[in-house]
């Protein structure tokens, strides 16, 4: 290989590529149609359904009938309302997660954010909401991942929502090991006392309902921590928007069709 091709900028590398060889969808391989500017097809992206219905006005999580939400009693009494698009882990969805934050796949934060976009929210959250708020990464995880997938998230499901991004008010400083194997009990320890508002924050935060931003939600502990940091800081009312949530104890099981 010459080195004008290894010193060649990425632009010009990545245009030559676009032009010799054709793009597949992320999750199924499968070639793209030609111009297509997605990074998922269409069939892909049709084994996402959005959860089922009838769900919880507040927390948006598939209800039975005539039950009490099993699910609200996660959250705390400031947190208004929360929404999420699909059912995670299992099938596309999980792919797609684990491509934009584990594969550096950040280019798919706008296709995910475009399902987020279509979640209907109370008519107060509709009103009142001030801005985004992503779930921040410690700055040892931001370095061997070169981003933050809640921060891409924001970014993307903002201009559709019609709020701003407020990317500085919160941070993480101290990194968490991964939640992923972890039982509820322990996340929550893990998560505790993770957040701090960066300073000079408490002002905008001040009175305002937040949304919070993250891939995913499991238990709502770490959605939890952020939001009792920014209760702390000032802000009144929270909510909360993940592309994916975890079944919990009673959903129906995943059917692999
Ligand atoms: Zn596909
Ligand atoms: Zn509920």
Same mark, same amino acid.
């Given at each position: 290989m010459s080195d004008w091709w290894r010193a060649g900028s990425s632009a010009v590398r990545e245009h030559l590529e676009a032009l010799l060889l054709?793009?597949?969808?992320?999750?199924? +391989? $499968?070639?793209? @149609?030609?111009?297509?500017? @997605?990074?998922?097809?269409?069939?892909?992206?049709?084994?996402?359904?959005?959860?089922?219905?009838?769900?919880?006005?507040?927390?948006?999580?598939? /209800?039975?009938?005539?039950?009490?939400?099993?699910?609200?009693?996660? &959250?705390? +009494?400031?947190?208004?309302?929360?929404?999420?698009?699909?059912?995670?882990?299992?099938?596309?969805?999980?792919?797609?997660?684990?491509?934009?934050?584990?594969e550096g796949?950040?280019e798919?934060?706008? %296709?995910?954010?475009? @399902?987020?976009?279509?979640?209907?929210? #109370?008519?107060?959250?509709? +009103?009142?909401?001030?801005? &985004?708020?992503?779930?921040?990464?410690?700055?040892?995880?931001?370095?061997?991942?070169g981003?933050?997938?809640?921060?891409?998230? =924001?970014?993307?499901? =903002? #201009?559709?929502?019609?709020?701003?991004?407020?990317?500085?008010?919160? %941070?993480?400083? @101290?990194?968490?090991?991964?939640?992923?194997?972890?039982?509820? %009990?322990?996340?929550?320890?893990?998560?505790?006392? /993770?957040?701090?508002?960066? %300073?000079?924050?408490?002002?905008?935060?001040?009175?305002?309902?937040?949304?919070?931003?993250?891939?995913?939600?499991?238990?709502?502990?770490?959605?939890?921590?952020?939001?009792?940091?920014?209760?702390?800081?000032? /802000?009144?009312?929270?909510?909360?928007?993940?592309?994916?949530?975890?079944?919990?104890?009673?959903? =129906?099981?995943?059917?692999? $069709?």
């Open positions: 054709p793009r597949v969808c992320l999750a199924c +391989d $499968g070639v793209l @149609r030609p111009g297509c500017e @997605r990074m998922v097809c269409d069939v892909c992206w049709n084994r996402v359904p959005e959860l089922p219905r009838p769900r919880c006005e507040r927390c948006g999580h598939p /209800a039975g009938s005539g039950e009490s939400c099993r699910w609200c009693p996660l &959250l705390p +009494d400031y947190v208004r309302a929360v929404r999420s698009w699909c059912w995670v882990p299992g099938g596309v969805a999980e792919r797609l997660v684990h491509a934009l934050k584990y796949w950040h798919l934060a706008p %296709e995910l954010a475009e @399902r987020m976009a279509r979640l209907d929210w #109370p008519a107060d959250v509709r +009103d009142e909401r001030s801005a &985004l708020v992503p779930v921040p990464l410690a700055a040892e995880r931001m370095r061997t991942r981003f933050n997938q809640s921060a891409k998230l =924001a970014d993307a499901l =903002a #201009p559709h929502l019609g709020v701003p991004v407020w990317h500085d008010v919160i %941070e993480r400083p @101290r990194a968490t090991p991964s939640q992923t194997r972890l039982t509820p %009990e322990q996340r929550l320890h893990n998560v505790a006392d /993770a957040f701090r508002v960066v %300073e000079g924050a408490p002002s905008i935060l001040r009175g305002a309902h937040v949304i919070l931003v993250d891939d995913v939600v499991t238990t709502a502990a770490t959605l939890n921590e952020c939001a009792a940091t920014l209760w702390d800081a000032g /802000a009144r009312i929270i909510s909360y928007v993940t592309f994916g949530r975890a079944r919990a104890a009673g959903d =129906a099981p995943l059917s692999r $069709g």
